[in-house]
């Protein structure tokens, strides 16, 4: 919670100036909040350099909801998720003085999402599990058979096991819907380098899926 938040909430606050002073100050930072979301992502993060605590929590606002879903299909449990996207704002808040404002605000934060669900799935003990059936569908694209509800399960355990790089790569440009460049800029490697793993995965997902590997 946001210090002037418990500051305006705590009972100490409320005994010393009654019930009058603390309905004022809860719509004095309710209308402090609210000003924050009409700046821009820029205007937040120089408030934040400044020093100021309450920007950040827009930010966070913001984007929260896509940071913890890119958690999840990274490493494809929930509280796992919950605990990573956690650590993505606070790494972010930690280093917010180092964003130099080259690329958006949210590839920053995805980069560091990233980094986080990959050494995370580096610690983890790798589950093998293995196929009883073969996928018979005409349409053998990956990314046509995640749109399928059916198999969607099916598909998020073929990319938890994709090599590292070919699974951050999928997850941010199929998944996500990102282009090659901002996976680019999101992983920091070559466009050319983003193209060939995208292609491997697709075609490492579609062998898993017809039961080669």
Not at 34 to 44: A, F, N
Not at 65 to 81: E, G, P, S, T, W
Not at 143 to 162: F, N
Not at 182 to 208: F, G
Request: positive net charge; proline residues 3%; aromatic residues 8%.
């Amino acid at each position: 919670m946001n210090k002037d938040v418990e500051k305006v909430l705590s009972p100490d606050s409320a005994k010393h100036r009654g019930g009058k002073n603390l309905s004022n100050g809860v719509n004095d930072l309710t209308e402090k909040l609210s000003k924050y979301r009409e700046l821009s992502d820029e205007e937040l993060i120089h408030l934040v350099k400044s020093g100021e605590i309450a920007p950040f929590d827009e930010l966070v606002r913001r984007n929260e909801v896509r940071i913890h879903d890119l958690c999840y299909k990274m490493v494809r449990n929930y509280d796992d998720a919950k605990d990573l996207a956690q650590e993505t704002f606070l790494k972010a808040y930690r280093k917010i003085k180092k964003f130099d404002g080259r690329s958006k605000f949210s590839t920053w934060l995805y980069r560091i999402a990233v980094n986080n669900c990959l050494n995370f799935l580096k610690r983890q003990k790798p589950t093998e599990q293995l196929y009883d059936e073969i996928i018979g569908s005409r349409h053998d694209d990956p990314v046509q058979i995640y749109k399928s509800k059916k198999l969607r399960e099916r598909i998020a355990e073929a990319v938890a096991k994709l090599p590292e790089v070919q699974k951050a790569v999928f997850t941010l440009r199929t998944l996500e819907d990102l282009s090659y460049q901002e996976v680019s800029d999101i992983l920091k490697k070559p466009i050319s380098t983003v193209k060939v793993n995208h292609h491997l995965a697709v075609k490492n997902l579609r062998n898993r899926l017809r039961g080669k590997v």
